[in-house]
């Protein structure tokens, strides 16, 4: 399988570590390692609020769309990291 990795960090939120962006990396790889996947790309929005504008997400998503990325699973450490619209809601 081919998965793609995502990863947010938020300094705004008080609650984070500063290893979280770390804690999530090692999380994933070692998902990644354990099925015998291969991480075919890997994007990252650092110092970004679950409620603002991720760049590197919109990024994954043009690269899909214009077929620069081809994989099977979208790996993340939890919901939250792509939104917290959609924990709350």
Same mark, same amino acid.
């Given at each position: ?18 290893n979280s962006e770390a804690r999530q990396k090692n ?16 994007? +990252?929005?650092?110092?970004t609020s679950g409620l603002g504008e991720k760049p ?9 769309e214009k077929g620069r990325v081809r994989f099977d699973?979208?790996?993340?450490? +939890? ?8 924990? +709350?809601?």
């Amino acid at each position: 399988m081919k998965v793609v990795t995502y990863y947010r960090y938020s300094t705004a939120n008080e609650m984070q570590q500063d290893n979280s962006e770390a804690r999530q990396k090692n999380a994933c790889e070692e998902v990644i390692q354990k099925n015998k996947w291969i991480e075919v790309a890997s994007y +990252t929005d650092h110092a970004t609020s679950g409620l603002g504008e991720k760049p590197q997400l919109m990024q994954l998503k043009e690269d899909v769309e214009k077929g620069r990325v081809r994989f099977d699973i979208l790996l993340i450490d +939890t919901l939250s990291r792509l939104s917290r619209k959609s924990i +709350t809601r």
